[in-house]
C-alpha cells in the first residue's frame, strides 16, 4: 500500500469523501429525530457504528433525546491517495438532551465548536469513514453562534 500523499483527490474523489462526512454529521441528527440507529450502519466501520451505538444507547437507557442543528461545517484540505484519505473538520454545532418522559431540556442548548480528524478508506462505491479523532472543543456562548470561531480574526490596522 502506498503512504499517504498530499496530493488533491480527483474531484469527483474530493466530492464523495465530503458527502460522506455530510451523510455522517447529519445522519446522526437524522438518527436522533427518528430514533432509527439503522441510518449510518453501511457509511462507517463495524468500530466506528458501534462506539456511535454505544453513544445513542446511552441516551435511550436514560430516556433522553439529543436534538441538534449544525451551524457551520468547514473541511480542511484532503490528505489522500487513491484508496485512502484524512480530511479535518471545523464544526460549529447547537445541541441539548430532551427528558423524554417530561419533554423538558434535561441539559439546556450549547454551543460548541469541534475540530476534528476523520479517516476514510473507498470502497467498491462509496467513501466509508473508518476513524474519527476529536482534536479539539470548545464551548461558546450563544450571542457568537454566528460569529463564528471558525473564522480568522482580522487584523486592526495601526496608524
Same mark, same amino acid.
Given at each position: 500500500?502506498?503512504?499517504?500523499?498530499?496530493?488533491?483527490?480527483?474531484?469527483?474523489?474530493?466530492?464523495?469523501? &465530503?458527502?460522506?462526512?455530510?451523510?455522517?454529521?447529519?445522519?446522526?441528527?437524522?438518527?436522533? $429525530?427518528?430514533?432509527? #440507529?439503522?441510518?449510518?450502519?453501511?457509511?462507517?466501520?463495524?468500530?466506528?457504528?458501534?462506539?456511535?451505538?454505544?453513544?445513542?444507547?446511552?441516551?435511550?437507557?436514560?430516556?433522553?433525546?439529543?436534538?441538534?442543528?449544525?451551524?457551520?461545517? %468547514?473541511?480542511?484540505?484532503?490528505?489522500?491517495?487513491?484508496?485512502?484519505?484524512?480530511?479535518?473538520?471545523?464544526?460549529?454545532? #447547537?445541541?441539548?438532551?430532551?427528558?423524554?418522559? #417530561? +419533554?423538558?431540556?434535561?441539559?439546556?442548548?450549547?454551543?460548541?465548536?469541534?475540530?476534528?480528524?476523520?479517516?476514510?478508506?473507498?470502497?467498491?462505491? +462509496?467513501?466509508?469513514?473508518?476513524?474519527?479523532?476529536?482534536? %479539539?472543543?470548545? &464551548?461558546?456562548?450563544?450571542?457568537?453562534?454566528?460569529?463564528?470561531?471558525?473564522?480568522?480574526?482580522?487584523?486592526? $490596522?495601526?496608524?
Amino acid at each position: 500500500m502506498a503512504p499517504f500523499s498530499i496530493a488533491m483527490p480527483n474531484i469527483s474523489d474530493e466530492k464523495y469523501i &465530503k458527502h460522506a462526512l455530510l451523510e455522517y454529521n447529519y445522519g446522526i441528527i437524522k438518527m436522533t $429525530k427518528s430514533g432509527n #440507529t439503522k441510518l449510518l450502519k453501511g457509511k462507517l466501520s463495524k468500530d466506528v457504528y458501534e462506539k456511535l451505538m454505544v453513544w445513542a444507547d446511552s441516551w435511550k437507557f436514560n430516556n433522553l433525546a439529543m436534538v441538534a442543528k449544525i451551524n457551520d461545517l %468547514k473541511f480542511s484540505k484532503i490528505n489522500y491517495n487513491e484508496n485512502n484519505a484524512t480530511i479535518q473538520t471545523m464544526e460549529n454545532w #447547537t445541541f441539548a438532551y430532551v427528558d423524554l418522559s #417530561t +419533554r423538558d431540556y434535561a441539559l439546556e442548548p450549547v454551543n460548541i465548536f469541534y475540530h476534528m480528524n476523520y479517516t476514510l478508506v473507498k470502497g467498491k462505491d +462509496r467513501w466509508k469513514i473508518i476513524a474519527i479523532k476529536h482534536i %479539539k472543543e470548545k &464551548k461558546f456562548t450563544k450571542e457568537k453562534i454566528h460569529n463564528s470561531v471558525l473564522k480568522p480574526k482580522k487584523e486592526e $490596522k495601526v496608524d
